[in-house]
């Protein structure tokens, strides 16, 4: 009897130990945690070269807060309370600048700019938000203010550089974009090209229907339109290049000009639309379908469908190195390559497979989380062949953490218990670098 409760004692402390030695041996990459109140959910994760600027939103009612972090240390300096932002806050130079809305069905909501320098809110404007809030360029900041009107202030202080005045107001329709000096913009059923400095209309082109999603680079314009139908735009032809017939049974959809060649199609599937449509074949499972479509003819390359709707609805920040790596299944990452759709690896996780996968491209490293109850590690993905390279125990997720944030000292992560843990990310790499030549002379 003492001679197995002796056995039994030494396994009990060996198991303790190894644990031990476990949790101490993957926390040793950890530089700092920093804590939020209670009450709050992260939103978005966004820094410069000093500050992690985090975004969270209160549980209880319509408002959020700014956090700016150090660092270096992981200290809060300061925290603002806002309206509920609804956009990721953009940096440009030393200013912050960030959208919010009064309330979740407003339409109206606040622009607010910080200086980063003193981590003092600079100025304050009320605007009108719709799908857009705000294009930053240099410093010059252009939105559309309550009553309608389209501006460009300079950041730095609000002082009007010009606006313009349209018959019908601006709407917000889709997200502005610029190209060489030239602000390209979707209002209702028109495109227009301004020139930054002086407003200038260089082009105006009308469609017969209003824009529901737009994509611009510095020669076309590809919109999706109320009727169903994506157009290509030539802008210096002024004419539609080709037509696109979209099926009518997506509650959204949006596009995205991919590598000036392709063109990304991500719709998300109006269930209640398909039960009423027979002869429909498509899975239940199926919440998005993602279309790659030939910029030159406009005809569809390759499709896939997507059992777990893409959080991020542009598809540019999945792109990397001729590869589109998206989730298609539960907790399932796969790269395809962009110009034929063929599959080139799939990395499929068998601890605490979860719905949500986050994940950063960073160099050929993809840097990714999996949000559910039993995992708890940052993955390092070899980019070129999906083979896990390094393993990460970490604080616990929580189900909605976002994607990580990368620099060139730190990794970012927002974990559970309302809190952000900061990692070195050269000792995370050079792990990862004795591991994959390890697994080359296992091999």
Not at 106 to 111: A, F, L, N, R, V
Not at 230 to 249: A, E, G, P, R, T
Request: with cysteine.
């Amino acid at each position: 009897m003492f001679k197995r409760f002796l056995i039994l004692t030494i396994i009990v402390i060996i198991v303790a130990l190894l644990c031990n030695y476990s949790i101490h041996h993957s926390y040793k990459y950890l530089n700092w945690i920093y804590e939020y109140p209670k009450g709050q959910k992260a939103q978005y994760l966004t820094q410069n070269q000093k500050y992690i600027l985090l975004t969270t939103k209160n549980l209880n009612n319509d408002t959020s807060f700014i956090h700016f972090i150090n660092k270096q240390n992981g200290q809060q300096l300061s925290t603002f309370k806002v309206e509920k932002v609804f956009n990721p806050p953009q940096i440009v130079n030393d200013w912050l600048i960030v959208a919010s809305k009064e309330n979740e069905s407003s339409d109206s909501g606040s622009i607010y700019v910080f200086d980063l320098k003193t981590l003092n809110l600079v100025w304050k404007d009320k605007f009108i938000s719709y799908k857009w809030a705000f294009k930053a360029y240099n410093n010059m900041l252009f939105y559309v203010d309550a009553s309608g009107i389209l501006r460009n202030v300079l950041v730095e202080n609000k002082n009007i550089v010009w606006k313009v005045v349209s018959d019908s107001g601006f709407s917000n329709s889709t997200t502005p974009d610029i190209f060489n000096k030239n602000l390209y913009i979707c209002n209702k059923n028109q495109i227009l090209i301004m020139d930054v400095d002086t407003s200038k209309i260089i082009h105006n082109f009308k469609t017969d229907y209003d824009i529901n999603s737009c994509s611009f680079n510095s020669e076309y314009a590809a919109v999706m339109l109320d009727n169903g139908y994506i157009y290509l735009i030539d802008f210096l032809n002024s004419l539609i290049k080709w037509k696109y017939q979209h099926v009518l049974l997506f509650s959204k959809s949006n596009i995205d000009i991919l590598e000036d060649k392709f063109l990304g199609l991500l719709s998300t599937i109006n269930l209640s639309q398909i039960k009423n449509t027979p002869n429909l074949k498509v899975l239940n499972r199926v919440n998005q379908i993602i279309h790659i479509i030939d910029m030159k003819s406009g005809m569809t390359i390759w499709q896939k469908d997507l059992e777990y709707p893409l959080d991020n609805t542009s598809l540019n920040t999945s792109i990397y190195q001729n590869k589109i790596v998206i989730q298609i299944t539960k907790g399932c990452l796969t790269a395809f390559r962009i110009d034929n759709g063929f599959k080139l690896w799939q990395f499929y996780s068998k601890e605490g497979i979860t719905p949500k996968i986050k994940y950063t491209i960073n160099k050929n490293k993809i840097f990714l989380t999996m949000n559910g109850k039993n995992d708890g590690f940052l993955y390092v993905i070899d980019l070129r062949t999906g083979l896990l390279i390094n393993k990460i125990k970490t604080p616990r997720f929580t189900p909605n953490s976002l994607s990580p944030l990368i620099d060139s000292e730190e990794i970012f992560l927002t974990c559970n218990n309302n809190s952000i843990a900061a990692f070195n990310i050269n000792k995370i790499i050079k792990a990862a670098k004795k591991n994959k030549e390890l697994n080359n002379e296992q091999k």
